[in-house]
Each structure stands twice: as C-alpha cells, then as structure tokens.
C-alpha cells in the first residue's frame, strides 16, 4: 500500500533555521589566504626565503673565505669559480653569501629604525593636533626637502663609515613619509565614533594612541614599510659603492664599489651582487603589494 507523504513547509522552515550557521573564516586565515592567492607575492615571498636561507647557511655550506685570494683575479665564472673571481681573486660567489647578510642586516635594522620614528612622529602630530602638529610637520618638511642619500652621506662621513653609523644615517632620514602616512591616519581614525567614545569614558592619551588608533592605522603602515626595507637595502647599497660603507664588513653595495673600474672587461663583478640586490628589492616589493591587497577590504569583498 502506498503513502503519499505530505511535506510541511512549517517544518522545513524550521530545520532550516535551526541548521548550524556556517563559521566565518579567522581574519588572519582569510588575510592569509587572500595573500597565497596573489601569485607574484608568493613568488616574492619564495624568493626571499630562498635569499635568506641562502645568506644564513649558505656560508657554511660553500666553505669558501669571502677573503682570501682562491683563484686568478678576474677570472669568468666556471673557470675554476661558479661566479668568478674579483680584481684580486677573491670568490664572487663566496662575497654575495656572506655579504647578503650584512645587507640585508643594515636594511632591515635601519628600516626598523625608520618606521619607529615615522610613527612616533606622526602619531603625535595626528592625535594632538594644533601647535603640536604644526611644529612636527614643520620638522618633517626639513627632513622632506632635503636629498636623502646627500643627508645621509653627510651623516657616514661625520661619524666614519661603520655599520653603526649607516644604519644611522639611513634610519634618521627616511622617516618623512611614514610620519605623514601615520598622521593622516590618526586624524583618520581618531574622529570615528568609538575613539570618541573612548575618550568620552575617560581613556587616556597613551591608551588612546597606541591601544585604540595604533591597531587599526597599521594596515597601510605594515604595506608601506615593506616598500621602506627595499628602499633601505638599496640605500645602504649606494653608501657602500661610493666608498662610505663599512670597509671591514663585505657587503653587496661593497663588492659593486670596489669592482666598478673593471665592469667593461669582467661584467659578472659587478652584475652578480648587483642581481642579488634587485631580486631581494623585487621580492620585498612583491611581498608588500600582497600584503596591500590581503589588507584591502576592496579585496577582501571580493574574495
């Protein structure tokens, strides 16, 4: 015997609502997820991670002194060197091991330096306003107008070339444009609603500032301080080809300077360390615009 059974709409509207919600994604996963989607910023990120394994334990690994003499001065790559020999026969190959960490060291710690006094200046300026701003401004301008590298030649050769003194010198003036970055993004979030109410209740500056506005200014402060890195790296390249770097210190910057008169006759001298300081640039930059579109919420809608 057959039985027609009757679905009850009621019913079914009720399982429906009674069904488990699906979980949003975690922000970090789906910020994550996002940035492993963006092809060219996982190629950059490979990239760099394959740099930094490479300056790290790559050292050790090829077991050859950076600086003694190894073999014929100016001698092509393969004969007898993978990279060739400099103008005095030391191993290319083994110079852009350990001279990337030097590098990298000096762009990383200066970029550090950098962003910590971009923010703070700009955080100040943005959150207090009035004469406060006008006098920070003031001193960002002076630090804007000037030439950067001329600035910062002048800061080396007052103190004498170190690796001290350059991280010094590229930390102290590249802040300017972190600090308007920052600034227009305090004065951004510091007139929403909740940061108002926040200070209604009686928060002060301090927690106002760094626990309330800080968190959500970071996103375009983390995207430009990749960019800032990159910058830093070749700044410190640049100090070190005009003679300003650390001559006790292999570098990259330093391989191209002292190798640059002989760039006609034996071109891997100056164009190996030269690749490796454009594919760690490349690769910073891919990584930072990758970050920008994981932290863009145009992308994120989207995604």
Known sequence: MNQNVIADPAMSQIDIAQAPAAKPDHPMRETLGIFLRNKSAAFGLILLAIILVGTIFGPSLYGVDPYEMVWVPLSPPGDGTPLGTDYIGRDILAGILIGG?????????????TIAIGVAVGAFAGYFGGRVDKALMKFTEFFQVLPSLLLAMVLVTIFAPSLYTIIFAIGVVGWAQIARLTRAEFMRIGNLEYVKAAR???????????????PGSLPPIIVASALITGASILFEAGLSFLGLGDPNQLSWGLIIGQNQNYLLDAWWTVTCPGVAIF?????????????NDALNPRTRKRG
């Open 101 to 113: 960490r030097v590098t990298l060291i000096v762009g990383a710690v200066s970029a550090v330096m």
């Open 279 to 291: 594919l760690t640039v490349l690769a910073i930059s891919l990584i930072g615009d990758g970050i």
């Open 200 to 214: 209604t209740a009686g928060a002060r500056d301090g927690y106002l500032m760094f626990r309330v506005i800080l």
